[in-house]
């Protein structure tokens, strides 16, 4: 494969635009449309009328968590634990999550030097419920964190709802504020998991997906953890050489029905719903190959030739998954889509404005290709806002 790149998809992003705080309403954010090739300026409320007949949207119905945790040494010294993958007693989120006596997560540590061998005890009154939540450091190296408290009729998620502060993107440069709990997060969501929000959805609101049903555009919800591993920064010359972050999907029988029902075109609306499904259909390349690993490698898609259609693909999902009586299955996927990419399963995208030479402002280039350009100094010259909180935009290549 050709070297990419960095440097080709880099672009100019002036600190005034990047949105520090959400607008009052959700749906009055700048919506650009890309059709064809051409830009027009709309208002993100006007999107049903400009979904074509028949699209199947998917939404990723992940739920932010509070996964900033901070805690203080008998010293005074405050120490943040971030947490990042859960470990035990699961690696899949919903167990880790309802969990009444341990966990252990995988994190990012705050003023770590501090932090010795010692455990760091918070009380903690959740409901009128009281507890102490111990932390210990048990693997220094991996910064693994164990975190067991003394109350078996309070979940972990209940703990991290009042312990923890929101996650907020670290290019926001600021503190979180109250607004930010209910803001840095879709309406629609539910599976907690994510340390970071599928920023796509933070425009719609209950009106405009009530105007979809009314317009008959079907909607689906399937579900990827978004990980901090998303804000990390590109630091190689060639971006092939970047180690792609991993992220747990979550995917229903009807997911897997949708897309092999699907009568128009399917657009993710946001990232992580497309790496989720073009994931998924590699996934179902390896059953139809006799491969039931649903663990999908960074550069798996470019090394793989003679692949099924994409009906073929998501058929045999959903023929392994009625042979062996699932209604979900739950897999890992680092892929990385860059230029070079070929989508089998995603026909556009509902997405913000990224980062310059971030994986995500790839993932767009392999979409629009050399347009990226064109798309992205139309919106810098119409004053749109950037990145987590800015404005959006609806991209139809073809």
């Not at 064809?36 to 999107?47: A, M, P």
Request: aromatic residues 10%; glycine residues 4%; proline residues 6%.
């Amino acid at each position: 494969m050709e070297k990419i790149d960095l440097k080709d998809y880099i672009y100019d992003l002036p600190e005034d635009r990047i949105a520090k705080f959400p607008l009052n309403e959700r749906d009055q954010s700048k919506l650009l449309y890309y059709e064809y090739g051409n830009i027009q300026h709309k208002v993100f409320n006007t999107i049903p009328s400009l979904l074509p007949a028949n699209t199947t949207l998917v939404f990723n119905n992940t739920k932010v968590i509070p996964a900033r945790i901070f805690l203080k040494k008998e010293t005074g010294a405050s120490i943040e634990i971030f947490l990042l993958n859960p470990i035990l007693p699961s690696s899949i989120m919903s167990i880790v999550m309802e969990e009444r006596r341990s966990v252990t997560w995988k994190c990012m540590i705050g003023n770590f030097k501090k932090w010795k061998n010692t455990s760091l005890v918070r009380p903690l009154d959740i409901n009128g419920r009281s507890l102490l939540l111990i932390a210990e450091l048990v693997d220094r190296e991996n910064k693994s964190v164990k975190f067991s408290w003394d109350n078996p009729e309070i979940s972990f998620a209940e703990i991290v709802e009042m312990a923890g502060k929101v996650p907020l993107p670290p290019y926001l440069n600021r503190e979180a504020v109250k607004e930010d709990k209910p803001r840095y997060q879709t309406v629609y969501s539910e599976k907690e998991g994510a340390v970071a929000a599928p920023t796509a959805g933070l425009h719609f609101t209950n009106r405009v997906l009530d105007e979809l049903v009314e317009r008959g555009i079907t909607k689906d919800f399937l579900t990827l953890h978004v990980s901090a591993g998303t804000f990390q920064p590109i630091k190689e010359e060639n971006v092939l050489d970047h180690p792609m972050h991993s992220e747990q999907i979550v995917a229903t029988r009807s997911n897997i029905q949708a897309v092999v029902e699907a009568k128009g075109k399917i657009i993710p609306v946001g990232t992580t719903s497309m790496r989720s499904l073009e994931s998924l259909y590699w996934f179902g390349t390896r059953l139809i190959q006799g491969n039931e690993d649903f663990s999908i490698n960074k550069l798996e898609p470019y090394d793989t030739k003679n692949t099924p259609p994409r009906i073929d693909a998501f058929q045999s999902i959903l023929d392994w998954m009625i042979k062996n009586d699932l209604n979900q299955i739950i897999g890992n996927t680092e892929i990385f889509i860059f230029p070079e990419y070929q989508f089998r399963v995603c026909d556009g995208l509902i997405t913000n404005f990224h980062q310059p030479g971030s994986t995500l402002m790839l993932l767009v280039a392999a979409l629009v290709g050399k347009d990226w350009k064109k798309i992205y100094d139309s919106a810098l010259s119409n004053d749109y806002r950037f990145l987590s909180y800015g404005d959006s935009s609806l991209l139809l290549p073809s």
